[in-house]
């Protein structure tokens, strides 16, 4: 199969007007369109995600009754989180064939105008949540021509978000996924961090075609990983989406502002550029794990240095 364009990220939020205030606040994402669709159980808005040309943020809630998004809420304990990755492929048919072949198993949405499926191995676990459709319209955001469009700007302090850089998935085998990323749709491996660098993790970066989003794999070594707790606790899921910032006084003072602290904060210099990342906690994001980074140079924080995959 192939994916070659990633359009969005979704949350699931039970009160759509907070999360999307937050994040045209905090984030200085722009709304540019909103539904509401009680047929198919959801309310959403879809933000424009600073830098990140053709890919967008999307806050979806439960609208109506019996509403799947409400059943999700409630399998998780009502918290919010981040509930799938829109994309588009060339030819939807092919895709569920290729999955069937696999045994993934896909699941129709809105009369057939995309599929929803977890592109991990089966017998992982229940991994990411992708939602594919043709080329066509924002059909699968539960858009429709009754949609409005919206026009405000973020007004105030921002972080300052230059991009969405990548989304970051845990898994018990890092090596593993990418190939079985590689073999399925064609992710190429650009970056992966010696085996002994850090003492609790290992990652690599996998570029996926036609896409100027990654998507990163990181797997527990050691005694006590964080990221063992995080797959006991939950499986192979999204673990945290990076975003780039323009100026990191500027975002350190945006979170400041809208009283958002930030936690293990690095920094360091690579080839003679400086870079930093601090994390935002779910708490304070509506439920998704953020990453923020700035670097002096592009490149010196994710090295951009080309790293054969172990597979070929």
């Known amino acids: 199969m192939q994916i070659y364009r990633i359009d969005h990220v979704a949350q699931v939020a039970p009160d759509l007007d907070a999360q999307v205030a937050l994040l045209s606040g905090l ?3 722009r709304p540019v369109r909103s539904w509401d669709n009680p047929g198919e159980g959801v309310r959403g808005a879809r933000l424009e995600i600073p830098g990140s040309r053709g890919q967008a943020w999307e806050v979806v809630s439960p609208a109506g009754d019996g509403s799947s998004l409400q059943t999700w809420l409630d399998e998780h304990g009502g918290r919010p989180g981040l509930h799938h990755v829109g994309a588009e492929v060339p030819d939807l048919e092919a895709v569920q064939a290729e ?3 696999r045994g993934i198993k896909a699941t129709d949405g809105a009369r057939g105008r995309w599929l929803e499926a977890s592109l ?5 676990g229940p991994g990411v949540l992708w939602r594919l459709r043709g080329p066509g319209s924002l059909d699968m955001c539960g858009d429709s021509s009754a949609a409005s469009t919206e026009t405000s700007s973020p007004s105030g302090p921002s972080l300052g978000i230059v991009a969405l850089d990548h989304i970051c998935q845990a ?3 890092r090596d593993a996924l990418a190939r079985w990323y590689h073999e399925l749709a064609g992710f190429v491996q650009v970056w992966r961090t010696a085996d002994e660098e850090h003492p609790d993790m290992a990652d690599l970066v996998l570029n996926i075609p036609g896409s100027a989003i990654c998507w990163e794999v990181i797997m527990p070594r050691g005694e006590d990983s964080f990221i063992e707790r995080f797959l006991a606790k939950g499986g192979p899921g999204a673990h945290h989406v990076t975003f780039e910032v323009a100026d990191w006084d500027a975002a ?5 502002h809208y009283d958002t602290p930030t936690f293990d904060d690095e920094e360091g ?4 550029a400086a870079w930093k990342h601090t994390f935002i906690h779910p708490k304070k994001t509506g439920g998704v794990l953020v990453q923020l980074f700035w670097e002096e140079r592009p490149g010196v924080w994710v090295r951009s240095d080309k790293v054969s995959p172990p597979w070929t």
């Not at 991990?120 to 992982?124: D, F, G, N, V």
């Not at 350190?252 to 400041?256: N, R, W």
């Not at 210099?269 to 003679?272: A, P, R, Y």
């Open 27 to 29: 984030f200085g994402f």
């Open 99 to 101: 999955l069937e072949v």
């Open 120 to 124: 991990s191995p089966p017998e992982a």
């Open 171 to 173: 898994f018990h085998d």
């Open 252 to 256: 350190l003072a945006a979170c400041e």
């Open 269 to 272: 210099v690579t080839d003679g």
